[in-house]
């Protein structure tokens, strides 16, 4: 298989071809076997990252990209757009967590019929497939143009997923969700042309423009005439203007404190499996844009932003903690506590050093197994339940000790007890500022932590209300996990704690990679 | 640049005299004209008849047609006219040019007289199909056989 | 007297080469007497007169094509002087002309469907058929004609030779009073607006004692814009400003849009939007045309670019509350036009090179226009066969679409996200190709004018979505005709394979248009010889 990547982002395309073609009592089981062999395709691509292997020859950032596929797409006189696909240590354990999540909640989506009386599979379906796709192909671009295609095929579906398949309240998050989103995305189509239009200037020949992500960051003219102060976009110095255009563009969908208003209405509204993708997966993409495009390319707006950001990051672990203590919604305390812990991932970025982003960089990655958990562990409840009160529920332990001793288990990754995936990501980001070697780091640092309090006080207040208790009437009946749940959360429970346990496998897989982009950014 | 300020100044002048006038008239109207209101006044004039009837009155659509069918042939006229007086310097060519020209006239003339649209009884024309289709199928027997 | 006139200047006939290169002309306009006199022999048959339309719209545009594709005939001009030619029928004519009856024929056969699928006068389309094919192709002939002239004078008559059937045309449904009520709004407007029109064109004559733009260009380029100028230009641009639907000469259009049936809205909305934009794009390239001209075009240029913004934001903003979907569209292709306007009002910058390259804008224009017509045809196209079933046009009859007919909710969805701009569809590229093209200007801040307008237009597109999917409805299923599905099924297609496995071809494609545009509209080559080029330096 020689392009394998590229099979490998439309493998989910041809099972939504399927799905169409197919009759509509068969769209789950081919969604939940295209996703399997999805997930399947990507754990053959495991080899190089390995230690040892192919991608960890050390030439620097780029260098030692893996299963590259590079073609043309319209080039056209001065146009240069090419189908530029690859993955390295920062994108690789991103796409294996796509994949993985996806099967999941595709898995989750099993009793479909149960909850929308089975209106338009095939319509869920397709959707659901050209979502991953769109999130595949995101995680593997490595050219602008691409990453920004493929940015924007995330937003139709996610739209009519929430609007169609949604709560009482769709209407209003879906198309919430699809303005703020696509607010960021116009501002990042500005900073796309205008960066094109630079390289060109900087290589001194129109014709040598490009939109190669990788070439913004190593390619010596381009970055530096990037990172100049004297070069100028309508009066801002342009590396400045482009990574505040970006930062905007990604931070809505991090999403950071101002502009995370639409997270809590998506998520709240959106079927589970939707929110275990939308949790454990778009968020990330957010978070991967800033390693992958803001920081590299424009380090020095990223030294002139960095308290800002960290400014922001803090707000959000904090602010996120806070709002999570006020809420009765079970699934609105889980989307705050996502936004919580976005914030030790922006925090990390922001303070640029190796510690700083392989914690970052983890955290993303723990998000993305303990936050899809905790959606599928409200889901259950949900199903059965029918309502989502705190202060209703009680006693759940006793009514269905499976889930009790796995919901447990998943809160706790997300809350950051040690020996859990959760903790490590959390505690290198704390220690990374701490010492970085900004002036205003060490208080930072101080109040993260204290925002890991908060975040132990909701989640055991959280587990108190709903799981400790005595036995309630209503709940005594419940079935317990059934065998697809327990399949769906065993996958996650298990690399929660190994990645607790053992965390050196998977900052294996991205540390080299980290430690290129460290040199781009100090280099500069 | 001169002659182009000039013909600002012309312009402005033109305009300003232009509203000056009209709205002037209009106000010396108002200043200067007794003021006696009376029934008859407000009635429309008909030649110092006691007005019959309202003044605002449908007009036939006929009219319309007639006048309309009138401008084209008059216009049609008046380029014959010069067509003429330069036939000999232009030659064979302008013959074609006026045969086109004339042709397309022609056609659309038949078609008006064919659907019965120079037809002054046309209310009851329309709707009586024995009268109107005789002369169709006459007419597009003619056309026919004239092809 | 008058003998003594006109012998003093000698008589001059065309050659039979230069009648033969108006064939796309003759086409058009033997169309229309075709189908008077088939009705002559026939009678009043709806099926010939829409087949012969049909003939002659298909023959129009084979003759385009080969026009465009052949590019033996640079420049074909019809005048007593070669220069300064009344009629010009080149490679940039031929592709608009060509888009014209392309759309002609589409817009043809959506009549027809009509017919079969159940509009209300039924019964008074077929006996007016006659007339309605006239009208039609006489307002196709007045736009073919649009593109075609580079005279002041014929600019005007070309415009209304479009106008005056359109306003037939849009009050064609006899005993409906919005329509009655849109043709007389239309007609008042067109009235006012080409009064204007001819009163710029002759303060311009007055000035410059020629109706040639070619040369009204060169002596502004000496001269420079004079106060006087810039009132005649503005007064002239007004009447195409009309025809484009341009802010502030905009309010016959969601009347207009409204009141026709819906083969005529869909027709204007294309069809009239094509042969304005290009005429602008004539007009302004060649008032441009020397360096010196391009120079003094500065400020007209600007205005127009500020024009552009405005329309599209006005029209952006005017279809959030409508509930109408003819009338949301008629706001959606204000905003549209404003897109495109944008980019004409770039085309004064020398970009272009000797080498070949095409200017960015004029190439942007066509490459929008194109996925415009495609995008346009499918949307009425779905709302037509709605109203067909449904009897309405409202935004409540689209309720649930998307589970009454799941393939016209899917072109639906496709078309509107495609006129938001978003990827993959071909919305996104074209407007993507315009904006590179802004940049390329540095006109910076139209770009932020651009993406907030697409930012704007997200919301009340989605209200259409939002209606087909997450509204439910116990309606009855939409029946639609098999044809016409299949036909806004192939254009959702082609809208979805522009943007993805096409985009380059359709670039390639607008930039050999915009390169033959430069070819035939440099009859002396002048703003390209007098910039250095990469040759000259050696």
């Keep these: 298989m020689e392009h394998i990547l590229t099979w490998l982002i439309f493998l989910p395309l041809i099972g939504m071809v399927a799905v169409l073609i197919a009759p509509s009592s068969m769209a789950r089981g081919i969604a939940w076997m295209t996703t399997f062999i999805t997930f399947l395709v990507s754990c053959t691509m495991f080899g190089p990252f390995l230690p040892g292997g192919a991608a960890w020859t050390g030439d620097g950032y780029g260098k030692a990209m893996q299963f590259v596929h590079q073609t ?98 769709k209407e209003y998050a879906a198309i919430k969700f699809f303005l703020y989103t696509l607010a960021g995305s116009v501002l990042m189509l500005v900073a796309l042309i205008a960066m094109y239009f630079a390289s060109g200037t900087a290589m001194g020949d129109p014709g040598n423009s490009t939109f190669n992500i990788i070439d913004y960051a190593i390619n010596a003219k381009i970055h530096d005439y990037f990172n100049d102060t004297t070069t100028k976009f309508l009066g801002w110095t342009f590396g400045r203007a482009m990574f505040v255009m970006l930062f905007i563009g990604f931070m809505i969908k991090v999403p950071l404190f101002p502009t995370h208003t639409w997270l809590p209405d998506a998520h709240v509204e959106a079927p589970t499996p939707i929110s275990m993708i939308l949790a454990g997966v778009l968020l990330k993409l957010g978070a991967y844009g800033f390693l992958r495009v803001c920081y590299p390319i424009f380090p020095e707006a990223g030294k002139w932003a960095a ?55 983890f955290q993303i990655l723990a998000h993305g197994v303990s936050s899809p958990m905790c959606f599928f562990l409200v889901g259950v409840i949900y199903d059965r339940a029918h309502h989502r009160d705190l202060n209703r529920f009680g006693g759940l332990w006793l009514a269905m000790p499976k889930y009790g001793s796995l919901a447990t288990l998943g809160f706790f990754a997300s809350l950051g007890l040690p020996a859990l995936c959760g903790f490590i990501g959390e505690i290198w980001v704390l220690l990374g500022t701490f010492n970085a ?88 | 640049m001169e002659y182009s300020n000039n013909l600002v100044i012309g312009l402005l002048i033109f305009v300003v005299a232009g509203i000056a006038m009209s709205f002037g008239a209009l106000l010396i109207g108002h200043l200067i004209r007794t003021k006696l209101p009376h029934p008859e006044k407000a009635a429309a004039y008909e030649c110092g008849e006691p ?97 | 007297m008058t003998h003594a006139l006109l012998a003093a200047t000698p008589l ?22 075709a189908v008077l006199f088939a009705a002559l022999l026939v009678g009043r048959n709806y099926r010939v007169a829409g087949a012969i339309a049909t003939l002659g719209g298909v023959f129009t545009a084979t003759l385009c094509w080969r026009g465009i594709t052949g590019g033996a005939v640079p420049f074909a001009g019809l005048a007593p002087e070669a220069a300064a030619p009344m009629l010009v029928v080149d490679q940039f004519s031929c592709f608009f002309i060509f888009l014209i009856s392309v759309f002609l024929v589409l817009v043809t056969g959506m009549w027809f469907m009509g017919l079969d699928a159940g509009v209300p006068d039924e019964a008074a389309r077929r006996r007016d058929a006659v007339e309605f094919f006239v009208l039609f192709v006489g307002s196709a002939f007045g736009m073919a004609l649009m593109v075609s002239t580079s005279n002041l004078l014929m600019i005007i008559l070309a415009v209304e030779s479009a106008s005056l059937p ?44 020629t109706l040639d733009l070619m040369k009204i260009s060169t002596a502004i380029g000496s001269q420079g814009i004079s106060v006087l100028t810039g009132v005649g230009l503005f007064a002239f641009l007004i009447g195409v400003a009309f025809k484009v639907s341009a802010v502030p000469f905009h309010f016959w259009c969601p009347d207009v849009f409204e009141g026709a049936s819906i083969e005529i809205t869909t027709w204007l909305s294309v069809a009239s939007k094509a042969a304005g934009l290009g005429l602008m794009l004539r007009i302004m390239w060649l008032l441009s045309c020397t360096v010196q001209s391009a120079d003094a075009m500065r400020w007209v240029a600007h205005a127009v670019a500020i024009m552009a913004a405005i329309t599209c934001t006005v029209g952006n903003f005017s279809a959030f509350r409508q509930t109408n979907l003819k009338r949301l569209l008629a706001f959606s292709s204000i905003a549209h036009a404003g897109y495109m306007l944008m980019a004409v009002s770039i085309i004064w910058q020398p970009r272009e090179s000797a080498a070949g390259m095409p200017h960015p804008a004029s190439s942007a224009v066509i490459a929008y226009m194109i996925v415009y017509l495609l995008m346009n045809l499918a949307a009425f196209g779905v709302v037509a066969m709605v109203y067909w079933s449904t009897g309405r046009e409202t935004m409540d009859a689209f309720n649930g679409l998307g589970w009454r ?129 990469a040759d000259s330096m050696h």
Aim: proline share 4%; hydrophobic share 55%.
């Design chain 1, 72 to 169: 043309p797409w319209i080039h056209v006189g001065n146009f240069h757009i090419n189908w530029h696909v690859g993955l390295d240590g920062l994108s690789f354990p991103l796409i294996i967590l796509t994949t993985l999540i996806t099967w999941l909640s595709a898995w989750a989506s099993w009793n479909f019929d149960h909850w929308t009386n089975n209106k338009g599979a095939k319509g869920f379906f397709a959707l659901f497939l050209l979502l991953e796709t769109g999130v595949l192909g995101t995680f593997a671009s490595l050219d602008f143009f691409l990453f920004y295609i493929f940015w924007e095929v995330m937003l139709l579906p996610m739209y009519f997923l929430i609007g169609v398949w949604g709560g009482p309240r």
């Design chain 1, 307 to 361: 308290y800002a950001v960290a400014t922001l990051g803090v707000i959000n672990i904090v602010y996120g903690a806070f709002c999570c203590l006020a809420q009765t919604d079970f699934k609105r305390l889980v989307a705050y506590s996502s936004i919580s812990h976005m914030g030790y991932v922006v925090l990390g970025t922001a303070i640029m050093t190796d510690v700083g982003f392989q914690g970052a960089m």
């Design chain 1, 437 to 524: 070697g900004f002036p205003w780091a060490k208080p930072m640092a101080v109040i993260a932590a204290f925002g890991a309090i908060l975040t132990a006080a909701y989640i055991l207040w959280m587990i108190q209300r709903v799981y400790l208790g005595k036995k309630q009437e209503q709940y005594a009946d419940f079935p317990d996990v059934t065998a697809r749940e327990t399949a769906i959360l065993i996958p996650m429970a298990a690399l929660a704690i190994f990645m607790g346990v053992l965390p050196k496998y998977t900052f294996d897989l991205m540390n080299g990679t980290l430690s290129d982009i460290i040199k781009v950014i100090q280099g500069s």
């Design chain 2, 51 to 147: 007005a019959i009837g309202p003044g605002w009155v449908q007009f036939d659509l006929r009219f319309y047609v007639v006048a309309l069918v009138f401008l084209i042939f008059d216009i049609e006229v008046a380029l014959f006219y010069p067509w003429a007086v330069v036939y000999k310097e232009a030659g064979i060519a302008a013959l074609w040019d006026m045969l086109v020209f004339f042709g397309v006239i022609v056609v659309g003339y038949l078609y008006l007289w064919r659907f019965g649209y120079l037809d002054w009884v046309r209310a009851t024309g329309l709707h009586d199909k024995r009268s109107t289709v005789r002369r169709d199928d006459a007419l597009g027997r003619a056309a026919r056989q004239w092809m």
């Design chain 3, 12 to 33: 001059w006939m065309p050659s039979a080469a230069d009648l033969q290169r108006l064939g796309p002309l003759w086409s058009l306009a033997g169309t229309i007497v």
């Design chain 3, 166 to 209: 359109s306003y037939g045309l849009a009050g064609f449904r006899k005993k409906h009073r919005p329509a009655a009520e849109a043709s007389l709004k239309y007609i008042l407007f067109g009235a006012v607006t080409s009064a204007i029109s001819v009163y710029g064109a002759s303060l311009l004559y007055g000035q410059f004692h």
């Design chain 3, 405 to 533: 007919n799941p393939l016209l909710g899917v072109v639906m969805a496709t078309c509107l996200f495609s006129l938001v701009g978003l990827p993959p569809l071909g919305g996104f590229i074209t407007k993507y190709y315009l904006l590179i093209a802004l940049y390329d200007a540095s006109l910076i801040w139209l770009i932020f004018v651009a993406v907030f307008n697409t930012l704007l237009s997200l919301y009340y597109y989605a209200r259409i979505a939002y209606a087909m999917y997450f509204v439910q409805s116990d309606e009855a299923p939409v029946r639609a005709p098999a044809m016409g599905q299949f036909a806004v099924l192939m254009c959702a297609a082609a809208i979805v394979l522009s943007g993805t496995f096409y985009a380059g071809k359709l670039k390639s494609f607008s930039d050999q248009r915009s390169r033959d545009m430069y070819g035939a509209m440099q009859p002396t080559g002048l703003r390209v010889a007098e910039r250095p080029t």
